[in-house]
């Protein structure tokens, strides 16, 4: 009975919204909103008894449209403990269908309910609950919707967190509420109020960078280089000698470094001299490089647990006695590979010169000719000894050899690819690490179809990031190697998902159900291809309730692509409600592209494929069979084998996030995952990095 009634409604709202328009008089117009929302409420109400989730998920979401004052109060009860949502899957939908009645106040009150949480409730997806409420208070600008975020701020833990992704992402247009409100200031707040850059928040803000918490000492002064740069400096300055918490004294540091000042470069070494703020003291020197943090730097002691760090920030620092230092531990042999990137990286057009000198020495020669490489990837400048180097080198050992082979593939491509048909398995990996970029992917490609030896499957695999390359293997191939369960699997995935068909679809929808996000995440890069519309529905599922940002951001990537009408609503969902800035950035940036009035979108940025990485595996797998999985910008996740020496170079990549995974030699069923024996990689770069003009 209950499923024909639904029927019956569902069929007179679908003859209402069919009808023709015709102008109705405003007492008409009322009466028919009236009738709408009394449906639309008659039609939910069943369905929130249903014992299907799905079914309870509908009729939030009917309540959601109708809206009237019936409707919301049905939502706001169903967020009740013992209510009609049951799980945190149903209190998002709930959520969600408030979100544009939040001005409304029994909308209101139900989320500001929803943004304290549920108590004994930790899961991802319920703190997704929490910022999802509270970005729709905040989308609200009501001010009664400010006030009670306002008061969060003023709670630590989640609820201040949420409260400070959701006015970041739709900031108040008075900032009172935030300086008024009840209870004591937390960290989540002052560095709100940085962020908002409002000078009303200064009085505030350094009041309690003179004196307050550790904590919150330490990100007021932080903020009120934003709002006050000069102040800052000042006050830096006067409390770096006197202040004895280790945190405290490194934001004064963060301060005197971000501003340049003369005296930043002493403060620096002070940190690093401190075993408690050396690390705080690096990520300063990382941040805010200049020759003047250089000098410090090149005077500061290696240590086993940072030693990589420290070389990184005097190659972004440069200077005469950075460079020194850097040459200095070329060296030095287990020090010489990073100090080799970080000259490859260094900004300072004379670490060219340091590092072809380098190319004439035989015990440096082989990283000083991958840093030169890098260089040339980054800068575009290609060093006088490069070649003669790498022809010794192609004389020499598995790893000399793999070296050269690798450098000519990121400077000659087309020299490189015959090296993808050799007989020498150090070769063909290593030139596979670029087999990604379309002048490689090809030739790759075409000997995957056919090779059986499982490491170099592994390592041609990386072709499948490049779709024409795709289209070269057959679909029996790409399903083999997705329920291969190895590295390879994630780029099969991605593959086939662009081949998105009738028979494949079935197979699809089951990695969107995988408990390994990156597959998920593959998945929808993928499907975002396909030239199926019904692709569409598909990613906007996947999208409702996916707990992980990075897979987010790949669906709205996906979305974004599309050019279906329906789109539309995921995308303005996702750039209201998300609380991940960048998904909810490319939302809005895909919007403003739909718009009819749009102007045409601009070329490629320069330098767009000026990103680089490189990890050293210690020791060196044996066998030279290591693998590390080095997910990219885009997501995509590169299954790049190390040479003979444990080294693992890779060039022109797009410039952003990246991280990386170590894989066992002998992978297992399932995801491949570090674990166990697995040797760490030393400096696993968190960004895909290119040297800066």
Not at 88 to 101: C, K, M
Not at 140 to 159: I, T, V
Not at 173 to 181: H, N, Q, Y
Not at 432 to 457: D, G, K, N, V, Y
Request: proline letters at 8%.
């Amino acid at each position: 009975m209950k499923a024909k009634l639904e029927r019956a409604l569902l069929a007179v709202a679908c003859l209402g919204a069919a009808a023709p328009a015709r102008a109705l008089p405003a007492a008409q117009k009322g009466e028919e909103r009236s009738l709408r929302s009394s449906i639309g409420v008659g039609a939910a109400k069943p369905l929130l008894r249903a014992d299907s989730s799905a079914m309870r998920q509908r009729g939030f979401e009917r309540l959601g449209s109708a809206g009237s004052a019936r409707a919301l109060e049905l939502l706001a009860r169903a967020l009740d403990v013992g209510g009609a949502a049951r799980d945190a899957r149903e209190r998002l939908s709930v959520v969600r269908a408030l979100a544009p009645h939040a001005a409304d106040p029994t909308a209101q009150d139900a989320l500001i309910r929803a943004l304290g949480g549920v108590e004994g409730r930790t899961t991802e997806r319920d703190r997704l609950v929490e910022q999802t409420a509270a970005l729709a208070l905040s989308a609200s600008h009501h001010p009664l919707a400010l006030a009670a975020l306002a008061r969060a701020l003023r709670q630590p833990g989640r609820a201040s967190e949420a409260a400070r992704t959701a006015l970041s992402a739709h900031p108040p247009s008075r900032i009172e509420p935030l300086l008024l409100a009840a209870g004591a200031p937390t960290a989540a707040l002052v560095e709100l109020l940085g962020e908002l850059g409002n000078t009303s928040a200064r009085p505030l803000v350094e009041g309690l960078a003179k004196k307050g918490a550790p904590s919150l000492q330490a990100a007021a002064l932080g903020a009120l280089f934003t709002l006050d740069r000069e102040r800052a400096v000042e006050l830096a300055r006067a409390t770096f000698s006197i202040v004895a918490d280790g945190h405290v004294r490194a934001a004064c540091g963060r301060v005197l470094a971000l501003a340049g000042t003369p005296d930043a470069g002493g403060a620096l070494l002070t940190l690093l001299d401190d075993a408690a703020t050396r690390s705080e003291a690096l990520d300063i020197a990382l941040e805010a490089p200049s020759p003047t943090l250089g000098d410090a730097l090149a005077a500061a002691r290696l240590t086993d647990s940072d030693t990589d760090r420290l070389l990184a920030a005097l190659g972004r620092a440069g200077g005469a006695r950075a460079l020194a230092r850097l040459e200095r531990e070329l060296a030095n042999a287990p020090n010489a590979w990073s100090a080799s990137y970080a000259l490859a990286l260094a900004p300072d057009p004379d670490a060219d010169g340091v590092l072809d000198r380098a190319l004439d020495r035989p015990a440096q020669r082989r990283d000083a000719a991958r840093a030169a490489a890098l260089r040339f990837v980054a800068s575009g400048r290609r060093l006088p000894r490069l070649d003669r180097a790498l022809e010794a080198l192609s004389r020499g050992d598995a790893a000399d050899r793999a070296a050269s082979a690798w450098c000519n593939a990121v400077l000659e491509p087309a020299r490189a690819a015959p090296f993808l048909g050799s007989a020498d398995p150090s070769l063909v990996r290593a030139v596979a690490r670029q087999a990604f970029t379309p002048e490689l992917a090809s030739a790759a490609a075409q000997r995957l179809r056919t090779e059986t030896e499982p490491s170099l499957i592994r390592a041609l695999a990386t072709s499948l990031a490049d779709p024409d390359a795709q289209n070269l293997v057959p679909t029996a191939t790409l399903v083999a190697l997705l329920e291969r369960g190895s590295a390879e699997t994630y780029l099969a995935a991605y593959a086939l998902a662009r081949r998105d068909d009738e028979a494949l679809r079935p197979r699809l929808v089951e990695l969107f159900e995988a408990e390994d996000p990156s597959l998920r995440l593959h998945a929808a890069l993928g499907l975002g291809a396909s030239t199926q519309p019904s692709a569409v529905g598909v990613l906007a599922d996947a999208y409702r309730f996916e707990i992980e940002p990075r897979v987010r951001r790949a669906l709205v990537a996906a979305l974004a692509g599309r050019k279906e009408r329906a789109v539309s609503a995921v995308l303005g969902l996702a750039a209201t409600l998300d609380p991940d800035p960048e998904a909810r950035a490319a939302a809005r940036h895909a919007l403003e592209r739909r718009a009819p009035s749009a102007p045409p979108e601009p070329g490629p940025p320069p330098h767009a494929d000026a990103g680089t990485a490189w990890i050293r595996v210690l020791p060196p797998p044996s066998g030279s069979t290591g693998l590390a999985l080095l997910t990219t910008p885009q997501g995509l996740s590169l299954p790049l084998s190390t040479d003979a020496d444990g080294s693992v170079t890779v060039g022109a990549l797009v410039e952003g996030e990246v991280s990386v995974t170590l894989v066992p030699s002998a992978p297992s069923s399932g995801a491949p995952a570090s674990g166990a024996g697995v040797p760490a990689p030393r400096a696993a770069a968190s960004r895909a990095e290119g040297a800066k003009p």
